[in-house]
């Protein structure tokens, strides 16, 4: 998915600039639509292999610190979502436990980069001059060349529906590629619980929107995999220490124990005479029960 995204940045920035073509002919203007997109191929390559580079190596140490056995994955393009979603675990979808999350959204990339594949052999098949037309738009004055456009009934029959086609793959590829970085999202929300549990929604956040997973693969490296609920339960436990400076909310107050000591003198419910320090010990010699039988025991003397 990352080299697709990184695919449209290139196409979009050499969009403003202006391209001195030899004329206005529809060959001309073809020709420069191919050149702008082979070297967004180029360009998107070279920077997708370096993320794709440090994002395996950064996988790779994590999958051997857990022991896994598929750890080659982390070099290997679309396998290396498998790894990773391995190394998550379970991820919560909608409350929901999805123990395979990481093999649902590698079958969802690999969908997503075939529509793409299928879009780029279908875009340069039909980029023939003799089925497309330039088009142009005129601001104060000028003409400017704006790009191109088909002209279906220039086409071979046979050829027609390719358009068509096209411009349904489209909308495809674009509702498929939200709800990949849905996918993606939950994904990587259980995998960064583990191994960045400061920021997982951060984290999550930007490998889903933005090409840059290798990068953060790498910066996360060294981490250990933690249990996100004992963290934040920690993590609460500290908060609430230093709130109340040292102590648990609630505990301890007045010099160290509830009501300064034991409550009522030292003993609960005070002594009430007893010489033994224990609450109804002896009051009257027989008030407060029955006397007990001299050895202490129930039922001693039957």
Not at 153 to 161: A, S, T, V
Not at 267 to 286: A, K
Request: glycine fraction near 10%; aromatic fraction near 16%.
């Amino acid at each position: 998915m990352e080299f697709f995204t990184w695919l449209e940045f290139p196409q979009v920035f050499l969009q403003y600039f202006s391209v001195q073509l030899e004329d206005g002919s529809i060959e001309s203007v073809l020709a420069y639509e191919m050149k702008v997109l082979m070297i967004s191929l180029i360009v998107a390559g070279g920077l997708y292999l370096i993320g794709h580079v440090f994002g395996g190596i950064g996988l790779y140490k994590m999958a051997k610190r857990a022991g896994d056995k598929f750890a080659w994955m982390a070099f290997v393009p679309v396998l290396n979502t498998y790894l990773s979603g391995r190394l998550a675990g379970e991820a919560n979808v909608f409350s929901l436990k999805v123990k395979h999350m990481g093999l649902y959204v590698t079958i969802a990339e690999l969908l997503y980069i075939v529509l793409n594949i299928f879009l780029l052999v279908i875009g340069t098949f039909l980029a023939n001059p003799s089925w497309n037309q330039v088009t142009t738009q005129t601001v104060e004055g000028v003409e400017y060349i704006t790009g191109t456009q088909y002209m279906i009934d220039q086409m071979p029959l046979n050829m027609r529906w390719l358009p068509t086609m096209e411009f349904a793959l489209q909308i495809i590829t674009y509702i498929w590629s939200i709800l990949l970085v849905l996918m993606f999202i939950s994904l990587y929300l259980s995998f960064f619980r583990k191994y960045y549990a400061r920021g997982p929604l951060m984290m999550a956040f930007i490998c889903s929107f933005f090409p840059v997973r290798g990068y953060v693969f790498f910066a996360v490296r060294n981490n250990a995999p933690v249990d996100y609920n004992q963290w934040m339960q920690e993590r609460i436990r500290m908060m609430q220490q230093q709130q109340y400076g040292g102590q648990p909310p609630y505990g301890a107050p007045y010099g160290g124990q509830p009501y300064g000591g034991q409550p009522y003198g030292g003993q609960p419910y005070g002594n009430y005479g007893g010489t033994d320090g224990e609450p109804f010990s002896d009051t009257t010699g027989s008030a407060g029960g029955p006397s007990s039988p001299s050895d202490d025991e129930p039922f001693s003397d039957l």
